[in-house]
């Protein structure tokens, strides 16, 4: 399996002249799961958009590299051909376009001319994934995302990740619209990914009842746009208990929030 390191430092992102990030550090290996997590409005999402390169998030300061390799330098499709996969909060609705016919294309775009996947071999994969996510068949054949429920379209994302197999993903709140049975189902799929494959992440969430399913090496407490806590398990089931005014209170912040998710 190929080892990936994703390297943070020092990121700062400005949206629309705001700063909204002032300052991140975070280092995600192979096999590592980072969950990061804080109140509404402290720069979870924008470090996700900022990494994948979304032209609204302005990076105004600071490195993000992948296996030493300058992220910030790469066009969008060629972050995703090096290895990093987004998992988006909302996805969004492609009319015209099959879901199929989107993942055949976006899986050959990662591999070297010559070596694209055979039609049976991709198939194949699909249907065993999709089973395993226990979504109908027919969605393969359906516009990406068009017409999805919310639950539906956050385990299409997930199929994503199972068949393009990347190095280091960023699961942005996929557990939010899921109930209970949809959430299991999720999270032992990126359990298996991260299995089969070694999956480094990034895990994006609000709330502990994810990292029930999905166990973080480390956790991450995003305030102020900066990291202000970090920690094990522990930290993550101390929050869900206690919520985050422990925090505020022990490093004497008021207000938490930069007005950016």
Known sequence: MAEYTLEIKDLHVSVEGKEILKGIDLTVKSGEFHA????????????????????????????????????LEMEVDERARAGLFLAMQYPSEVTGVTTSEFLRTAINARREEGDEISLMTFIKEMDKALDQLEMDKN????????????????RNEILQLMLLKPGIAILDEIDSGLDIDALRIVADA???VREETNLGA???????????????DFVHVIMQGRIVKSGGPELAERLEKEGYEWIKEELGIEDVTVGQN
């Open 36 to 71: 990061v997590m804080g109140p509404n409005g402290t720069g979870k999402s924008t470090l996700a958009q900022a990494i994948m390169g979304h032209p609204k998030y302005e990076i105004t300061k600071g490195s993000v590299t992948l296996n030493g390799e300058d992220v």
């Open 139 to 154: 969605m393969a054949q359906r516009y990406l995302n068009e017409g999805f429920s919310g639950g539906e379209k956050k």
């Open 190 to 192: 990126v359990n298996k």
């Open 202 to 216: 990034i895990i994006i969430t609000h709330y502990q009842r994810l990292l029930n399913y999905i166990k973080p």
